[in-house]
């Protein structure tokens, strides 16, 4: 990528714009994994069109399966045992509409399916607990879900789902999520996980490859402004909640491919602020003003190294009209080194540090970054496998004004003289803020 503030224009514009109009679906949640029929619960809503959205429907694998007039649904769909593609979408009465893809797993089994965290994972606190029950003795269905923290009935929530954060001191637990049904039986699913102290008293959003918000932009040489619409140049592809290669049993497979030498493909998602896909709308602009410490923290796999020209991983600040880029690149076709983003001249600048990958093995990054008081931009430091390298480089916010509100995370993979295709996988993908 050659022009992060053109980019970073471009991309707040078209997150502004989803903005307006959206889908938002509360049941099932996206990889959803429990028996037939699967409960649906969804609202509409339209900024853009004055009289509103006129009816809401759900494909299932592209087939149009289910609509309803209003801007809201609730119903029940059967499937046979298998994993969907479903999508919810609304349709307003100017002619515009929006979507929301819903990945789901329908099984013959019975019992309690726990899509976050993974068992013997390592995350940071507050640990996002993410849930579904079904019960086959019990025809009257699931009543409420709990969750014990070593023993301990912590949390207790009405309904066959539960998605809630729970705070932890560093340390290991043993945790389970256990469901009753109106029939008196009960079933449960054991989870250890390990609490990092993360960043002091930081919070952490956690396995954020697996959750929702995600959407991707191509970017072609040598402006590498974002194109959605991007013809056969520059090709991309995203699947989420992979088993294998995975180390948590829900990593995401993130592709690039195309005709156009150099093209990259950028993958973003608005954790906090407009558009949030954490539950972090800060819609009263009371958060944002008070982070200043944010650490980048992720696996990654692919066996095509040789293939990518760098691998990009980013954090952005938007807030008070000013955004504030913490880029930072592997290079790997371009001479395997560490590079940061900086604001004032809009340019990579080499650090000097190398980076090295593993090929076929997972490799973990952790980068530690900081807005200051004056709000410039501090590079902390970058971690790969192990070995830190300590960075403490400043850069002015520069000059590239924003009315987004909000922080994004970014995962982009560049092309090299060839364009030529390949694949990496994201896992235990952790945000930590404070």
């Avoid at 999520?177 to 989870?191: F, H, K, R």
């Avoid at 293939?307 to 395997?336: H, K, P, V, W």
């Amino acid at each position: 990528m050659r022009s992060y503030c053109y980019r970073s224009i471009f991309l707040i514009l078209a997150l502004a714009a989803s903005a307006r109009a959206s889908v938002n679906v509360t049941s099932p949640t996206n990889g959803f994994t429990g028996s037939s029929p699967v409960h649906y619960v969804a609202t509409g809503s339209s900024s853009t069109c004055n009289r509103g959205v006129a009816s809401m429907g759900i494909y299932v694998d592209d087939v149009l399966t289910y609509v309803t007039q209003g801007a809201s649904l609730n119903t029940d769909l059967s499937f046979n045992p298998g994993t969907y593609n479903t999508v919810v979408e609304e349709w307003d009465y100017c002619g515009g509409a929006t979507y929301t893809p819903v990945n789901i797993t329908v099984s013959t089994k019975t019992g309690v399916w726990v899509t976050s965290p993974t068992n013997n994972g390592t995350v940071g606190s507050p640990v996002n607990y993410v849930a579904t029950a079904t019960t086959g003795t019990c025809q009257k269905g699931v009543a409420s879900m709990g969750i014990y923290i070593n023993n301990v009935l912590t949390y207790v929530t009405p309904g066959a789902s539960l998605n809630t954060n729970l705070s932890f001191n560093p340390g290991t637990y043993n945790t389970v999520v256990e469901e009753w049904d109106y029939c008196g039986g009960a079933a449960y699913t054991p989870i250890k996980i390990t609490v990092n102290g993360g960043g002091g008293n930081g919070s952490t959003l956690s396995a954020i490859q697996g959750s929702k918000g995600w959407v991707a932009y191509g970017e072609y040489p040598p402006d590498y402004n974002i194109c959605t619409d991007c013809g056969g140049g520059v090709t991309w592809s995203m699947d989420q909640h992979i088993k294998s290669p995975s180390l948590s049993g829900n990593s995401t497979e993130f592709g690039l491919g195309g005709t156009t030498a150099y093209s990259d493909v950028l993958f973003t998602n608005p954790l906090i602020g407009q558009n949030s896909s954490q539950g972090l709308p800060d819609n009263n602009h009371t958060l944002l003003p008070t982070l200043h410490n944010f650490t980048y923290d992720a696996y990654f796999y692919t066996g095509e190294l040789s293939l990518s020209q760098a691998l990009e991983f980013d954090t952005s600040m938007y807030f008070d009209s000013l955004s504030l880029i913490f880029g930072t690149q592997c290079r790997i076709a371009g001479g395997n080194e560490w590079d940061v983003w900086n604001s004032a001249s809009s340019h990579w600048e080499p650090t000097g540090v190398s980076c090295y990958p593993v090929n076929n093995g997972w490799n973990h990054v952790t980068i530690e970054v900081q807005r200051q008081s004056d709000n410039s931009l501090l590079y902390e430091s970058i971690t790969l496998n192990g070995n830190k390298a300590v960075l403490n480089r400043t850069y002015s916010h520069g000059s590239c004004p924003s009315s987004w509100w909000g922080i994004t995370v970014n995962y982009q993979l560049d092309g090299n003289y060839q364009q030529a295709d390949y694949t990496t996988y994201l896992d235990n993908f952790n945000f930590t803020y404070w």
